[in-house]
């Protein structure tokens, strides 16, 4: 996977006519070969990309959910009557575009760093009792990758740039498969 973690700012957040922004609450998406999703300003936030339909050179499928706090019950607003939206709702919508596989990027914002708060975002139980985030970035057949950041863009060929603000960073397969078998 290309990651490349950045620092420089001004550098960042230079954005381009193909760049779509997705703001606290709100969820993009992208499907044409050139749009990079974008998102930023993760403090208690946390934020997850979900690519699919990999057709070579490119993921046909690209979506990137700014969850609000990190929760997955309120973490979206809903865009037809701007009240909150279950996020849990779009994970279920987004396992059914993993069916061929894919690849998956959770970032935790920085002032959630720790395995734990980590651990604590991925591992919320639905009013099912299920865990549909954790769920999620267990699919077989998928890929994940974890960070600690400030922001990130995600690039059609699945290019990831992070701005690591001085936060930890991706993760290591070993603190990933750490935190996805913690409780909370």
């Not at 267990?138 to 992070?162: Q, S, Y």
Request: glycine letters at 10%; hydrophobic letters at 35%.
């Amino acid at each position: 996977m290309n990651v490349t973690s950045i620092n420089d700012t001004p550098h960042y957040y230079r954005h381009t006519d193909n760049c779509i922004n997705v703001e606290m609450g709100k969820v993009g998406c992208a499907t044409d070969s050139a749009s990079v999703l974008h998102t930023h300003r993760l403090t208690h936030c946390c934020a997850l990309a979900v690519l699919s339909k990999w057709n070579g050179r490119w993921y046909q499928q690209r979506t990137l959910l700014h969850i609000t706090g990190g929760n997955l019950f309120y973490g979206i607003t809903s865009e037809s009557d701007r009240r909150p939206d279950l996020a849990s709702r779009w994970l279920a919508k987004l396992k059914s575009e993993l069916v061929d596989g894919g690849k998956l990027i959770f970032v935790g914002g920085i002032d959630c760093a720790s395995d734990m708060a980590l651990s604590m975002s991925i591992h919320q139980i639905d009013d099912e009792g299920q865990k549909p985030l954790h769920e999620l970035l267990t699919l077989p057949g998928t890929e994940i990758m974890m960070a600690v950041a400030l922001g990130l863009k995600v690039h059609p060929n699945g290019e990831v740039v992070f701005d690591v603000a001085g936060s930890r960073g991706e993760l290591n397969q070993q603190e990933c498969l750490s935190i996805l078998r913690e409780e909370g």
